[in-house]
Protein backbone atom coordinates (compact mmCIF):
# COMPACT_ATOMS: atom_id res chain seq x y z
CA UNK A 1 0.00 0.00 0.00
CA UNK A 2 1.22 3.82 -0.76
CA UNK A 3 -0.36 6.94 -0.25
CA UNK A 4 1.84 9.41 -2.30
CA UNK A 5 1.48 12.97 -1.11
CA UNK A 6 2.27 15.94 -3.18
CA UNK A 7 1.59 19.67 -3.96
CA UNK A 8 3.47 20.92 -1.20
CA UNK A 9 5.88 24.41 -1.82
CA UNK A 10 6.66 27.64 -0.78
CA UNK A 11 3.99 30.43 -0.50
CA UNK A 12 3.25 34.09 0.63
CA UNK A 13 0.54 34.47 3.62
CA UNK A 14 -3.02 34.58 2.36
CA UNK A 15 -1.90 31.77 -0.72
CA UNK A 16 -3.41 29.14 -1.68
CA UNK A 17 -2.33 25.48 -2.19
CA UNK A 18 -3.80 22.33 -3.28
CA UNK A 19 -2.16 18.89 -1.72
CA UNK A 20 -2.89 15.88 -3.61
CA UNK A 21 -2.30 11.98 -1.81
CA UNK A 22 -2.89 9.25 -4.80
CA UNK A 23 -3.44 5.78 -3.03
CA UNK A 24 -2.48 2.45 -4.80
CA UNK A 25 -2.30 -1.17 -3.19
CA UNK A 26 -5.81 -0.68 -1.51
CA UNK A 27 -9.55 -0.61 -2.32
CA UNK A 28 -9.31 3.21 -1.76
CA UNK A 29 -13.03 3.91 -1.78
CA UNK A 30 -13.61 1.70 1.35
CA UNK A 31 -11.07 3.64 3.27
CA UNK A 32 -11.91 7.21 5.14
CA UNK A 33 -8.81 9.35 4.82
CA UNK A 34 -7.47 13.00 6.34
CA UNK A 35 -4.86 14.55 6.48
CA UNK A 36 -2.47 15.51 9.89
CA UNK A 37 0.40 18.01 10.31
CA UNK A 38 3.54 18.31 11.79
CA UNK A 39 5.35 21.80 12.57
CA UNK A 40 8.73 21.35 13.63
CA UNK A 41 9.36 21.00 17.75
CA UNK A 42 5.78 20.28 17.62
CA UNK A 43 2.93 17.14 17.72
CA UNK A 44 1.27 16.18 14.91
CA UNK A 45 -1.89 17.66 14.03
CA UNK A 46 -5.14 16.44 12.83
CA UNK A 47 -6.37 18.79 10.21
CA UNK A 48 -9.33 17.34 8.18
CA UNK A 49 -10.86 14.01 7.27
CA UNK A 50 -13.55 12.59 4.65
CA UNK A 51 -15.26 9.77 4.79
CA UNK A 52 -15.24 6.75 1.92
CA UNK A 53 -17.97 8.26 -0.27
CA UNK A 54 -17.46 12.34 0.99
CA UNK A 55 -20.47 12.75 2.57
CA UNK A 56 -19.09 13.10 5.77
CA UNK A 57 -16.18 15.75 6.46
CA UNK A 58 -14.54 17.11 9.89
CA UNK A 59 -12.15 19.84 10.28
CA UNK A 60 -9.57 21.01 13.17
CA UNK A 61 -11.06 24.38 14.52
CA UNK A 62 -7.28 25.90 13.23
CA UNK A 63 -8.26 25.34 9.50
CA UNK A 64 -12.39 25.51 9.04
CA UNK A 65 -13.30 27.93 6.70
CA UNK A 66 -10.14 27.86 5.04
CA UNK A 67 -9.12 24.40 3.87
CA UNK A 68 -11.32 22.16 2.40
CA UNK A 69 -10.90 18.06 1.65
CA UNK A 70 -12.20 16.12 -0.78
CA UNK A 71 -11.75 12.97 -2.76
CA UNK A 72 -12.11 11.61 -6.12
CA UNK A 73 -12.55 7.66 -5.58
CA UNK A 74 -11.80 7.03 -9.19
CA UNK A 75 -8.57 8.64 -9.23
CA UNK A 76 -7.82 6.84 -5.93
CA UNK A 77 -7.01 10.49 -4.36
CA UNK A 78 -7.95 12.97 -1.74
CA UNK A 79 -6.94 16.51 -1.57
CA UNK A 80 -6.89 19.51 0.74
CA UNK A 81 -7.28 22.65 -0.95
CA UNK A 82 -5.81 25.25 1.28
CA UNK A 83 -7.21 28.96 1.40
CA UNK A 84 -5.92 32.44 3.35
CA UNK A 85 -2.46 30.90 4.43
CA UNK A 86 -0.91 31.78 7.38
CA UNK A 87 2.77 31.39 8.83
CA UNK A 88 1.03 28.90 11.36
CA UNK A 89 0.27 26.46 8.64
CA UNK A 90 3.96 25.85 8.11
CA UNK A 91 4.26 21.91 8.45
CA UNK A 92 4.78 18.37 6.93
CA UNK A 93 1.40 17.67 5.80
CA UNK A 94 0.86 13.76 5.49
CA UNK A 95 -2.29 12.07 4.15
CA UNK A 96 -3.78 8.89 6.61
CA UNK A 97 -5.87 6.19 5.44
CA UNK A 98 -8.05 3.82 7.46
CA UNK A 99 -10.86 1.23 7.24
CA UNK A 100 -12.70 3.12 10.03
CA UNK A 101 -13.18 6.97 10.87
CA UNK A 102 -10.06 8.82 10.97
CA UNK A 103 -9.60 9.08 14.49
CA UNK A 104 -8.27 12.71 15.36
CA UNK A 105 -5.44 11.74 17.67
CA UNK A 106 -3.88 10.02 14.86
CA UNK A 107 -3.88 6.40 16.25
CA UNK A 108 -4.38 3.09 15.01
CA UNK A 109 -4.53 4.62 11.59
CA UNK A 110 -3.95 1.80 8.94
CA UNK A 111 -1.53 3.65 6.57
CA UNK A 112 0.20 6.77 6.59
CA UNK A 113 1.62 8.75 3.46
CA UNK A 114 5.09 10.55 3.51
CA UNK A 115 4.40 14.00 3.85
CA UNK A 116 4.64 17.23 2.06
CA UNK A 117 6.52 20.00 2.96
CA UNK A 118 4.24 23.50 3.51
CA UNK A 119 5.61 26.47 4.15
CA UNK A 120 3.87 30.15 4.05
CA UNK A 121 5.99 33.20 4.24
CA UNK A 122 5.01 36.10 6.01
Known amino acids: VQLQASGGGLVQAGGSLRLSCAGS????????TGWFRQAPGKEREFVARIGRISISTYYADSVKGRFTISRDNAKTTVYLQMNSLKPEDTAVYYCAADRATISTNGYGIDYWGKGTQVTVSS
Open 25 to 32: GLTFSTYS
